[in-house]
């Protein structure tokens, strides 16, 4: 299966679950992004991940990604990208084991591929 393929069926489940679909960027996250740019944004995601996702074990997981308050944290919910079991049930990468920097990376690609996506659908609102 190739990277579009795999991306293409991921988001159409994202789309079909009631939860992952109920998250969409606000207007004052759209001004954050604008504000500092999606390179930064990229960074952040980054270190959110390596932070919080990438340890073998996690003790408040589950819970260590807010609800709200960056719009890497929508993200991470809207992607299932949020938790290592989330991770594990939607991306196939199992807990208690850190994560590898490719598990990083396509993690953080998955979040930016969202957040585009969430600018381009508000574009299309205006």
């Known amino acids: 299966m190739t990277k579009d393929e795999w ?9 079909n679950s009631r939860f ?4 969409h960027l606000k207007q004052k996250d759209i001004d954050y992004i604008n504000e500092k740019g999606l390179d930064t944004i990229r960074q ?6 390596a932070k919080r996702e990438a340890p073998a074990y996690i003790a408040n997981d589950g819970k260590q ?16 990208t949020c938790c290592r079991e989330c991770i594990r049930k939607w991306h196939k990468m199992q807990p208690g084991k850190e994560l ?13 591929t969202w ?8 574009e299309h609102k205006i």
């Open 7 to 15: 991306y293409r069926q991921l988001f159409e489940r994202l789309d």
């Open 44 to 49: 952040h995601a980054k270190d959110f991940i």
């Open 115 to 122: 957040i585009q996506k969430e600018i381009e659908g508000q």
């Open 65 to 80: 990604t807010p609800m709200k308050g960056h719009p890497v944290f929508i993200a991470q919910h809207a992607t299932a």
């Open 20 to 23: 992952r679909s109920s998250f």
């Open 100 to 112: 590898s920097q490719v598990q990083q990376d396509y993690l953080v690609d998955v979040i930016m």
